[in-house]
């Protein structure tokens, strides 16, 4: 009987031990898709005369009638973060000195 109890004790570490490299497989293969094929949420400053609103979201890409801002401050496109990333992006905003926070500072000013 103390026989059938280790093995199915070692069967259980095996299926558990299986189950934990399949989480890690599928972590690991979870790559994000092309900037076009993702949902962009815009987490800077609101832009006046309704141009673009904080946490706006977007599909499919960068939306194409701000290229004029763009061209002017490139860092705006930072401020487009897959919705994905959107809890961390919004901690980085906050963070002194951080990339998104420098962007969101310069833009912070667009008129």
Do not use: C, W
């Amino acid at each position: 009987m103390v026989d059938k109890i280790e093995d199915k004790s070692e069967e259980n570490k095996s299926t558990r031990k299986a189950k934990v490299v399949e989480a890690e497989q599928s972590v690991i293969g979870n790559e994000q898709p092309p900037v076009d094929d993702q949902h962009l949420v815009y987490i800077g400053p609101r832009l006046d005369k309704g141009r673009l609103r904080t946490y706006q979201i977007f599909v499919g890409g960068y939306p194409g009638h701000l290229q004029d801002l763009y061209d002017k401050y490139p860092q705006l496109k930072s401020l487009f973060v897959p919705v994905t990333q959107l809890s961390q992006a919004q901690i980085d905003v906050g963070v002194t000195g951080h990339p998104l926070n420098v962007a969101y500072k310069i833009v912070k000013d667009v008129r």
